[in-house]
């Protein structure tokens, strides 16, 4: 069978999710495509490749485009199967009765997606397999993944001729699956409750398969620089790390990144990463008022430790990407400007910044939807910004908060590598009305910052094929007030520059 896993847009890092499905299908026998709606070549690809069947991967910000081309499949190919999973149908399974899609599939797929396929394309049944939720039954949870181990590679394959990726030296793995964390507005605190009794949610693979899958890929594609992507790539100093360390220093030996929460930073843990090849990671500040990170965040970490975090790798000098969540439920400007600060006192190299996104499932997305927070709260999650960097989605946060969120996006990252500015864009810039100079100026530093938390080497002619990404993808995402994604073309593709990016032009 052949099969085309569809997703929104390529970005710079992998879509591992379609990636890891693909390693499973192709070990069944299958050959697996890969597309991007963005790129606006969906139905060129399905006549191509000679597809068999569609299976369709996004998140809530994505799924309005979504929405508008499984509508024109089916309209063109009525007896296709198509599929859909990710996060968006995982955390709002609703789109299986409203949507013409065969089946979707709830969390995780490893253990259903291929076999649903067979069975859709052969016209066997479907109605025992766990997971899957159509228009005639929902089928409750199966249990998770055991053993990670057990799973094939990713298909590096897949994506060996798609661009941006054939530029890009970076590879991106996972070692775990799961956070012990619950953190209200992450997608992790409905995960958990999602799959309580099914199995560990905390796995990690072992260090050998880890690092035999760094290896084959360090041999068979271009790869300077590793990004763990895992929720939290760390979750003790134990045995494995010490593992890890030892085996990736001798037989990988390329510089990484990866995302940890601060409450782990200890100074044995921080000085093995180094010497294994860390050169940056992703440290969550999200509020920088302590309360409102313990009774909205449901994030139990005093400022104290947040701070000792950030001097640890200051003093090894790993270079920290922080993220912050400004507009917060029951919070207001001040809350805003204590983050603000807060966050420039850590001093990371980049401070990254979003604005709170209800994202349907999460504890603090379900409450401000009870609480009438959330703009036309009946089908939000059929019409999501399209990124976190766009405005408020609360009605509780004014038009005057808006745009200061809209230049603390802009400029804190400025503040925070000239430190000398940085009174002049607390005290006043932040203030201004959001102009064209805070757009160029903060797309040139934030770009500045990503390249140097992601050092992956360029040569000028790679360096102009991912520039051309980055700025399409920067202009989307910190659009003024961007609207959802426009729906897809009459030729059922979306032309992005046409349609997308002249509804969300930089003002
Ligand atoms: C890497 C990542 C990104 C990358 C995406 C890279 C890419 N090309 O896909 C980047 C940085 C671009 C990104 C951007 C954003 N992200 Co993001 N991202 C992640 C992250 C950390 C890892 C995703 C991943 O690879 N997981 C590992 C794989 C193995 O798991 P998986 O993708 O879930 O796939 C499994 C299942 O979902 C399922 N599955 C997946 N697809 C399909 C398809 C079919 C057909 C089937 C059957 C099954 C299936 O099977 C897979 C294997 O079990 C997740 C958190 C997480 N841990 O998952 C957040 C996450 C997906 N992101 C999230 C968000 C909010 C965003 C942003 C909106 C943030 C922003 N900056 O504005 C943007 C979206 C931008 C946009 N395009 O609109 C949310 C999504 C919530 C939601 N309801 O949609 C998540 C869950 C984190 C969170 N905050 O809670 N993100
Ligand atoms: S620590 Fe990070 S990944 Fe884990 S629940 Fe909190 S926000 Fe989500």
Request: charged share 25%.
């Amino acid at each position: 069978m052949n099969i085309l896993f569809i997703v929104d847009t390529f970005s710079i890092i992998e879509p591992m999710g379609v990636l890891q499905l693909s390693g499973i299908t192709n070990a069944r026998g299958h050959k697996s495509f890969i597309c991007a709606i963005d790129d606006g070549d969906v139905f060129r690809k399905m006549e191509e490749y000679r597809i068999d069947a569609v299976a369709c991967s996004f998140m809530s910000t994505e799924a309005g485009g979504f929405n508008v081309l499984v509508r024109q499949i089916r309209g063109r190919y009525p007896n296709m199967p198509i599929i859909a999973g990710g996060p968006h149908p995982t955390y709002y399974p609703k789109i299986a009765d409203t949507w013409p899609v065969d089946a979707v599939v709830i969390g995780e797929g490893d253990h259903v997606a291929a076999e649903l396929l067979e069975n859709l394309y052969s016209g066997k049944d479907i109605s025992h397999l766990m997971n899957v939720h159509t228009k005639t039954f929902k089928n409750p949870q199966g249990n998770l993944v055991e053993d990670l181990d057990t799973l094939a590679f990713s298909d590096r394959e897949l994506l060996k001729n798609v661009a941006p990726f054939k530029y890009i030296p970076m590879k991106s793995f996972f070692a775990t699956r799961g956070c012990p964390y619950s953190c209200s507005y992450c997608f992790n605190s409905a995960f958990n409750k999602m799959h309580k009794g099914k199995g560990e949610i905390l796995r990690r693979r072992s260090v050998e398969n880890l690092v035999q899958e760094l290896e084959h890929v360090k041999q068979n594609y271009k790869m300077d620089f590793v990004r763990f992507g895992d929720d939290t790539f760390v979750m003790k100093y134990d045995a494995w790390v010490e593992e890890f360390c030892d085996k990736y220093s001798k037989r990988v030996g390329v510089p990484f990144y990866f995302l940890i929460h601060p409450n782990l930073a200890s100074e044995d843990l921080i000085r093995s990463l180094k010497k294994a090849g860390c050169h940056s990671i992703m440290l969550g500040i999200e509020s920088g008022n302590e309360q409102v990170r313990r009774k909205v965040l449901d994030r139990y970490v005093a400022d104290a430790t947040i701070k000792k975090a950030f001097a640890l790798y200051h003093k090894y000098d790993i270079k920290v990407f922080s993220n912050t969540i400004l507009g917060l439920p029951e919070t207001t400007l001040k809350e805003d400007l204590e983050s603000l600060n807060f966050t420039l006192d850590c001093r990371p190299f980049y401070s990254g910044f979003t604005v709170f996104t209800p994202f349907p499932g999460t504890a603090l997305g379900e409450y401000s939807k009870q609480k009438g927070y959330v703009k036309g709260a009946d089908d939000f999650a059929e019409s999501f910004p399209i990124s976190m960097q766009s405005g408020s989605m609360l009605n509780t946060v004014t038009d005057r908060q808006r745009e200061i969120h809209r230049n603390i996006l802009t400029l804190a990252p400025v503040a925070n590598l000239f430190p000398v500015l940085r009174n002049l864009i607390v005290k006043h810039l932040i203030y201004w009305k959001s102009n064209v100079m805070f757009d160029f100026v903060g797309f040139v530093v934030r770009n500045y910052c990503n390249m140097n938390i992601f050092p992956f080497g360029k040569s000028a002619y790679t360096f102009m094929q991912i520039f051309k990404k980055v700025v399409r993808i920067d202009k989307r995402n910190y659009a003024k007030d961007a609207p959802p994604p426009p729906p897809v073309n009459k030729e059922g593709l979306r032309d992005f520059e046409q349609t997308r990016l002249a509804a969300t032009q930089v003002t």
